[in-house]
């Protein structure tokens, strides 16, 4: 019993740990970010990273997700002939959820871990040490062009995961269910208000701070060589995964009492 | 004029409750070439890093031209570090850059000079190290050897007044080596800089020292020049710079 008590308390005061270490990287993040001229060579370099490369991935996730949605609620819909609302619940769903949130966790696998592995080998390898000797902060370095370029990408990967997936759904809603293409696009677009797609957009700029920083900040963390690399790689994408799930979820719960 | 440069004053470290550093002392004079001899893990990459300032110490000082390092932070700390250039154990070249851009780099970073200026004194620094013209490679495509040479030409190239040497001549064959001690030796006379060097690899010592230090279970336990060292009476010394399998080093290990 006291075994587990201490094993509990040794948990606790760990995550604790990990908190605070990845609110104080957070805070120097900000204070960097307004503190010194950035490297806009940095920054870009990033966003070709973190968001060109990744069109092709959320392309295929979110075409996939838009026709799956529309033909897994066509099987109800057809039912009581209603098939013409599955342009507007397939629009609904990836601008305010799944736009989002598949973005997210897309970017969080591809960039996020790849984020962690570069920075860990460079931390086993003393590249950070190697920064920090020749008076060249490694926040401002390495920190804040991943952080901003996150946030500026995630945004525009969303809109455009968003715009694929309702590009599937009408893929499946006029050569599958043969609604009129005019319908459909009307169906989509009609009861779509600036809102639905404000409230999906606010929570990727959390998103994307969150796998920067988790990125970041496993990478900084990372001890012992090939074996750390890789499980603090695993460490960082499984940490940004329940982060963005449990934000999703609080952010949804808010909008839904706020608004 | 020997002036004191570098004073360690009762530093204390320990990590996750194992202490590294238990009240260690050591003075480094203007100008000489100081060496750090140890076995592998006892903490002289350590002592090296809060000299630099990459660690702090639990308690004690370090003093570096009579400013107390482990008391000042961000930019004040910087100041000090364009003073100090460090040659790492695998080189930690950035690979994303360049050859060129690595050596390059503090210059850059601090806009020390102009763009020209740079490029004239990264070639003289590649130079330096016999590796003129491979500005434009990889380090990705370069040798072991070969790295160490760039991180060191990395190391010279804004003339700095302490340049320090994580383990030079470790896994380099043994000519590059005695080429590396050779640069020691000659960028020392020629930039008239101090130099920190942290070895196992007596050969090394002997040959690039003014004084040698013996580094074991977190203290100095003897400093001189390398005919005293050579000479010394104290075992554990004598054990470590034979490379003897037995004696009070091993035993002490063995009954841990």
């Not at chain 1, 040490?129 to 804040?144: G, I, R």
């Not at chain 2, 100081?34 to 076995?39: K, L, Q, S, Y």
């Not at chain 2, 004194?121 to 050897?145: F, T």
């Amino acid at each position: 019993m006291r075994d587990i008590l201490l094993q509990t308390g040794r948990r606790f005061i760990a995550f604790l740990q990990y908190l605070g270490g990845l609110t104080s990287l957070s805070l120097l993040t900000l204070i960097w970010l307004f503190a010194a001229p950035f490297k806009w060579k940095y920054v870009i370099q990033q966003m070709k990273k973190i968001g060109y490369d990744s069109m092709p991935i959320v392309f295929l996730v979110a075409l996939f997700t838009g026709i799956v949605l529309a033909l897994q609620s066509a099987y109800q819909m057809q039912k009581i002939s209603a098939e013409m609302y599955i342009a507007s619940l397939v629009s609904l769903s990836m601008t305010r959820e799944l736009g989002p949130v598949l973005t997210a966790l897309v970017v969080a696998g591809r960039v996020g871990a790849a984020i962690t592995a570069e920075l860990g080998t460079m931390k086993v390898t003393e590249q950070i040490d190697a920064l920090e000797a020749m008076a060249a902060p490694p926040v401002q370095h390495l920190v804040v062009p991943r952080f901003l370029a996150s946030i500026f990408m995630l945004p525009l990967l969303t809109i455009y995961a968003d715009a694929i997936g309702i590009f599937g759904g009408y893929l499946v809603g006029v050569y599958k269910l043969n609604l009129s293409s005019s319908i459909y696009i009307n169906m989509s677009f009609d009861p779509l208000v600036m809102k639905d797609l404000m409230t999906g957009l606010y929570k990727t700029f959390f998103f994307a701070a969150i796998i920067a920083l988790v990125g970041c900040f496993e990478g900084f963390q990372t001890e012992g060589g090939a074996e750390g690399v890789g499980l603090a790689t695993t460490r960082s994408v499984v940490i940004s995964f329940i982060l963005i799930i449990a934000t999703d979820c609080l952010f949804t719960v808010l909008f839904y009492f706020i608004f | 004029m020997t002036t004191i440069m570098i004073d360690v004053v009762n530093v204390r470290k320990s990590f996750r409750g194992r202490p590294v550093l238990r009240s260690l002392n050591l003075t480094i004079k203007r100008g000489e070439t100081m060496v750090i001899i140890g076995r592998s893990g006892c903490g002289k990459s350590v002592l090296l890093k809060h000299i630099v300032g990459l660690l702090k110490p639990d308690s004690g000082q370090v003093l570096v031209g009579g400013i107390d390092i482990t008391k000042i932070h961000g930019r004040e700390l910087d100041k000090i570090r364009l003073k100090f250039g460090m040659l790492f154990q695998g080189a930690a070249l950035f690979d994303s850059l360049t050859v060129g851009e690595n050596v390059g780099f503090l210059l850059n970073e601090h806009a020390l000079f102009g763009p020209d200026e740079i490029t004239r004194k990264v070639a003289e620094s590649l130079a330096h190290v016999g590796l003129s013209g491979i500005e434009h490679m990889k380090p990705a495509e370069l040798s072991g050897g070969m790295k160490k040479r760039v991180g060191l030409a990395r190391a010279i190239c804004h003339n700095p007044e302490v340049i320090f040497y994580d383990e030079p001549t470790t896994g380099i064959d043994p000519i590059m080596a005695d080429v590396i001690n050779n640069l020691i030796v000659a960028l020392n006379k020629k930039l008239n800089t101090t130099s920190i060097v942290v070895t196992h690899d007596m050969v090394s010592a002997y040959k690039v020292a003014t004084r040698i230090a013996m580094l074991y279970e977190g203290a100095i336990i003897a400093v001189g020049n390398p005919d005293e060292i050579r000479a010394t009476d104290n075992p554990v010394v004598r054990q470590f710079i034979t490379g003897a399998a037995e004696g009070p080093i091993t035993e002490a290990e063995q009954r841990r």
